[in-house]
């Protein structure tokens, strides 16, 4: 297969992911964006794990490590989310500038 | 045909030994499938106005991600996100979803003002990673016949002879993560008077 399939699928996922980032007002929803754009990344480290058929295999165990890694991210996200739900009783992040400069 | 046209474009440097692009294999195929599949999901993930249904695409793009994995041989990592990423993660965004109260029924509210910036600055995003990929990596060709890349012996192997270190700092870090948000969502931790 040419290495051009996986990494050109894995910028679409990227921008995909970029895109939900910056567009998104829900907070879960963003974190899912930033999911997405995680996975994009995952791709493109197995994909160049398996072109450059490394010994040590480390892509395909930062790979690993990445995807854990997210799983305590949404963790701790969420935690946070619902902290600032309780507290404002809001999850949008347009109602969050507080600490913005004043409009 | 297609091999000279392309024999013809390329430059003098580039590696020869790489086959045509129009002599698809049935590798390509299957990847090609996959992928539209996951691109498509993910697109519906984060144009979709009802935030439960976008939490579902988001199952099938990653869904779909573990197929690609399939198929470029990483069978180890395509399981352990099926586990992870759809079992738990998901599982955990819905949850966040539900109990934050986020209506179930669709929202035309669901996007900042910042939605035409973001599409401009994604597809500028996608261009220029394109541009450079294409440019980097046309020949650049991944023999799959190798086969046990990926499997669980090798992969576990790896994980427990090399990288060890880093595996034993990731669990500490899992466990200030578990901890940090226990820490966060008790009531009766923190400061007193707060709420």
Redesign the interface.
């Known amino acids: ?9 894995s ?19 963003v ?3 930033v ?2 754009m995680l ?1 994009a990344v ?2 493109n480290l ?2 160049f ?3 450059l ?1 490394d010994v ?3 892509g ?2 930062l ?3 990445v ?10 996200g ?6 600032l ?3 404002r009783a809001t ?1 949008a ?2 109602d969050l500038d507080t600490l913005s400069e004043p409009r | 045909m297609g091999s000279t046209l392309i024999a013809e474009v390329a430059p003098s440097g580039g590696p020869a030994d ?2 045509s ?1 129009l002599d698809v ?1 049935g ?2 195929v299957v ?2 499938l996959i ?1 539209v599949i ?2 498509g999901a ?2 519906l ?2 144009t979709s106005s009802n ?1 439960v249904r ?2 579902l695409w ?1 199952v099938v ?2 869904g779909g ?1 573990a197929g ?2 399939l ?4 069978e ?2 395509a399981i ?2 099926i586990l ?2 759809v079992g ?2 998901v599982v ?2 819905l ?3 539900m ?4 209506p179930i029924g669709a929202q035309p ?4 003002r ?2 035409p ?3 401009v ?3 500028a ?2 261009g220029l ?2 541009a450079a ?2 440019d980097a ?2 020949f ?3 023999d ?1 016949d ?1 086969g046990g ?2 499997s669980a012996e ?2 576990g192997g ?2 427990f002879g ?2 060890v270190l ?2 034993e700092v ?1 669990s500490v ?2 466990l200030a ?2 901890i ?2 226990i820490a ?2 008790r009531r009766d931790v923190g400061a007193k008077g707060h ?1």
């Not at chain 1, 297969?1 to 699928?9: E, G, K, S």
């Not at chain 1, 995807?67 to 701790?76: N, Q, S």
């Not at chain 2, 198929?71 to 990483?74: E, N």
């Not at chain 2, 509210?109 to 900042?112: D, E, G, I, R």
């Open positions: 297969m040419h290495l051009l399939y996986p990494l050109l699928v910028a679409g996922l990227f921008a995909i992911g970029l895109y939900g980032l910056l567009a998104r007002r829900n907070l879960v929803l974190l899912m964006s999911e997405l996975g995952s791709l197995v994909a794990d398996v072109w058929a040590l295999r480390s395909q165990v790979t690993l490590m995807i854990a890694i997210a799983a305590a991210e949404v963790g701790l969420l935690a946070i989310v619902l902290q739900f309780g507290q999850s992040i347009d | 790489a086959p692009y294999t590798n390509e990847f090609v992928a996951t691109l993910a697109l993930c984060v935030v976008a939490a988001l793009s990653l991600l690609l994995y198929v470029l041989t990483a180890l990592v352990v996100q992870i990423y738990a993660v955990l965004l949850f966040g979803l109990v934050t109260k986020a509210a669901l996007n900042t910042n939605r910036v973001a599409i600055v994604a597809i995003t996608f990673l394109v990929l294409v990596f046309r650049a060709y991944v799959l190798v890349q990926g090798t992969i790896a994980l090399s990288w880093a595996f990731l870090l899992l993560a578990l940090g948000a966060l969502t709420r």
